[in-house]
């Protein structure tokens, strides 16, 4: 008995193990997938510093597609920050792709499949080199735009996915992305998010249920995050500055 249990146990640790994925940061890679020079740590210029972001498969992926989420942890919480797509070949047992890394802190790096499945990640921390570390990059201020806010299912390279207006609870457990077009640099580092509910008594939106900040690169035309409603209900999404002055707001219908 002792020898079926082991053997199972063994059995189960080799699917394990031949069907693993797993994730390198690194500065280049070999012809058949290697990376070079991986790390989890490591420093950035101001202006940005590319490194290659790597998916090793024990087998092939039997997939078209794989989407590269990038988290980051803004006090102390990890907000959607970007997302790009990686097209596969038929026979692929690995995929890479560039980033870009312009600014510091530490980040989570996921991949999901066509399906939805995630299927490995990796922390990494990113600073900036000891010659930049004391110096501040503060932009000027200037942001004007007439932002567009869209609602929906994902966002992959810098696109919205299935925009919608209405959500439904059972069908998304509540998970919603927030897309943000500016069209123009916002040139601003910090927006605040506020969501309000609907009164069952009026037409006006005075129940502040949820109220968030998200980091930004001045620079960026774009930006998303993501939320998770609990409830149904109608819902106003305003986004302001730092300096609670208005920027953009939309409308959303949470159904069961």
């Known amino acids: 008995m002792k020898y079926i249990r082991v053997t199972i146990l063994f059995m189960l640790l080799f699917v394990t193990v031949n ?3 797993e994730v390198f940061v690194c500065d280049s890679y070999t012809e058949d997938g290697t990376p070079v020079g991986p790390n989890n740590r ?3 210029k101001p202006y940005g510093t590319a490194k290659y972001i790597l998916i090793k498969n024990e087998k ?3 997939d078209n597609l794989l989407y590269l989420f990038i988290d980051k942890i803004v006090e102390g919480k990890l907000i959607p920050f970007d997302s790009k ?12 792709t560039s980033y870009e890394f312009k600014e510091p802190g530490i980040y989570d790096l996921y991949f999901l499949n066509s399906k939805q499945n995630k299927l490995a990640s990796i922390k990494v921390e990113v600073y900036f080199s000891e010659e930049f570390a004391s110096r501040s990059f503060t932009p000027t201020k200037s942001y004007i735009g007439d932002t567009q806010i869209t609602f929906c299912e994902l966002v992959i390279n810098e696109k919205p996915i299935n925009p919608l207006n209405t959500l439904s609870l059972s069908q998304s457990g509540g998970q919603v992305f927030v897309y943000l077009n500016n069209y123009m640099p916002f040139n601003i580092e910090i927006i605040k998010v506020q969501i309000w509910k609907l009164s069952n008594d009026n037409s006006n939106y005075e129940n502040l249920v949820d ?3 998200y980091k930004l690169l ?3 035309k774009d930006t998303f995050f993501k939320y998770i409603f609990k409830s149904t209900g109608e819902y106003k999404i305003d986004v302001l500055d730092e300096n609670d002055d208005f920027i953009a707001s939309n409308i959303i219908t949470v159904i069961k």
Do not use: R
């Open 211 to 213: 109220e968030k900040k």
């Open 42 to 44: 490591f420093e950035i």
């Open 218 to 220: 001045p620079e960026w």
């Open 60 to 62: 092939k992926f039997d």
């Open 85 to 96: 797509t990686i097209t596969l070949e038929k026979d692929d047992s690995w995929a890479v």
């Open 19 to 21: 069907y693993a994925q």
